[in-house]
C-alpha cells in the first residue's frame, strides 16, 4: 500500500499567485514527522517545510506553509507570491518513529511568467 | 550549515563493470542511507545503515548491492555487476536521531550521483 500519496502529477501557477499541492499520507502512528522537499532541474533535494505531527500549529517558512489536517491525514503545501525560481518537482514525505523516510511520487510544478 | 557531499557527481560505466558511490554523510548523523532516483521517477528507497550495519533495504537492494562504512566517516555503495538499468541518480542521505530535535527528524540529501550505464 502506497504510504504517501501525491495525487497532482503536474500543476502550474502564474507568477505571483498562489498554489497549493496535496498530499496525503497513511499511518497508524501518532507521532511522525512530515516534509516537502524541492528537487529543482539540477536534480538536488532541497528541504523546504518539516512539521512534527503533535504539533497542531501549521509550519511556515517565508512563503511556504503547509496545511495539516492530522485526522484527515492531509499535509498540503501552500506557496503564496510564486517565483520562477519555484519551478520544479515537489515531493511529500514521512517519517515515523523509526528511521525510516517514505516518499510520494511527486508534482511538477510550472511557473509561468 | 553541514551538508552531505559526494563523489562523483557523474560517473560513465560500461555494462558489466562495479561502481563505488561514495558519501559523507552529516558528522553527527546516526543513521544512513542511499536511495535511487531514475529519470523521471520518483526517490526510491534502497538502504539504511545504523550502528554499522544495515537496518533495512528495499526489494531493489539485491546481492549485486552492498554498503560500507569503512573509515567512520565516509559511506560507499558499491554496484558489483553494473546493468543498464541501473543508470540513475543515486542519493546518499543521513539523518540524526528523533531526539537530535530538527536536525535529527529531517533528512539530508547529497547533490547525488548521476550513474550512467553504457
Known amino acids: 500500500a502506497q504510504t504517501v500519496t501525491q495525487s497532482q502529477p503536474e500543476m502550474s501557477v502564474q507568477e505571483a499567485e498562489t498554489v497549493t499541492l496535496s498530499c496525503t499520507y497513511d499511518?497508524?502512528?501518532?507521532?511522525?514527522?512530515l516534509f516537502w522537499y524541492k528537487q529543482p532541474p539540477s536534480r538536488q533535494m532541497i528541504l523546504v517545510i518539516r512539521?512534527?505531527?503533535?504539533?497542531?500549529q501549521n509550519a511556515t517558512e517565508n512563503r511556504f506553509s503547509v496545511n495539516f489536517q492530522k485526522a484527515a491525514k492531509s499535509f498540503s503545501l501552500k506557496i503564496s507570491d510564486s517565483q520562477l525560481g519555484d519551478a520544479a518537482m515537489y515531493f511529500c514525505?514521512?517519517?515515523?518513529?523509526?528511521?525510516?523516510?517514505?516518499f510520494g511520487t511527486g508534482t511538477s510544478l510550472t511557473v509561468i511568467p | 550549515e553541514p551538508e552531505v557531499t559526494q563523489t562523483p557527481s557523474h560517473q560513465v560505466t560500461q555494462m558489466g563493470q562495479e561502481v563505488i558511490l561514495r558519501c559523507v554523510p552529516i558528522?553527527?548523523?546516526?543513521?544512513f542511507y542511499w536511495y535511487r532516483q531514475i529519470l523521471g521517477q520518483k526517490v526510491e528507497f534502497l538502504v539504511s545503515?545504523?550502528?554499522?550495519?544495515?537496518?533495512?533495504k528495499s526489494e531493489i537492494f539485491d546481492d549485486q548491492f552492498s554498503v560500507e562504512r569503512p573509515d567512520g566517516s565516509n559511506f560507499t555503495l558499491k554496484i558489483r555487476s553494473t546493468k543498464l538499468e541501473d543508470s540513475a541518480m543515486y542519493f546518499c542521505?543521513?539523518?540524526?536521531?528523533?531526539?537530535?530535535?530538527?536536525?535529527?527528524?529531517?533528512?539530508?540529501f547529497g547533490e547525488g550521483s548521476w550513474l550512467t550505464v553504457v
Open positions: 542521505a543521513s539523518s540524526g536521531g528523533i531526539g537530535q530535535g530538527h536536525s535529527g527528524n529531517t533528512i539530508y
Open positions: 499511518t497508524s502512528e501518532s507521532d511522525y514527522y
Open positions: 512539521q512534527e505531527a503533535y504539533k497542531q
Open positions: 514525505a514521512y517519517r515515523k518513529s523509526g528511521n525510516q523516510f517514505y
Open positions: 558528522s553527527n548523523h546516526l543513521y
Open positions: 545503515f545504523y550502528n554499522n550495519e544495515i537496518s533495512e
